[in-house]
């Protein structure tokens, strides 16, 4: 299963929390038995304010790897994907 954890889409809480974001929505879904490879937000909506883009992926990965989720998509509308490069080699 894939799920949509973008957190530009939640309200406002939410929106400044990615790592809280994607470990609830994972979390959830591990307690169903569920196999999860969820998508990740990659683009750039509504991300707080003195945090970049690769930190904001970053944050985003690290609740995967906290809880032992290892699959992952990212959704990048525009292609660019050198946020997402940088991000990964950051790891």
Do not use: C
Not at 23 to 41: A, I, T
Not at 48 to 75: K, S
């Amino acid at each position: 299963l894939s799920p949509m954890l973008y957190p530009s889409h939640y309200e406002a809480y939410f929106q400044s929390r990615p790592h809280e974001v994607v470990q609830r929505g994972v979390e959830v879904g591990l307690k169903r038995g569920l196999k999860l490879r969820p998508f990740l937000q990659a683009f750039d909506m509504r991300r707080p304010a003195g945090m970049t883009q690769p930190q904001y992926i970053r944050a985003q990965l690290r609740a995967l790897q906290e809880l032992g989720v290892d699959g992952y998509l990212f959704f990048i509308p525009r292609s660019d994907y050198t946020d997402l490069w940088t991000a990964l080699a950051g790891r």
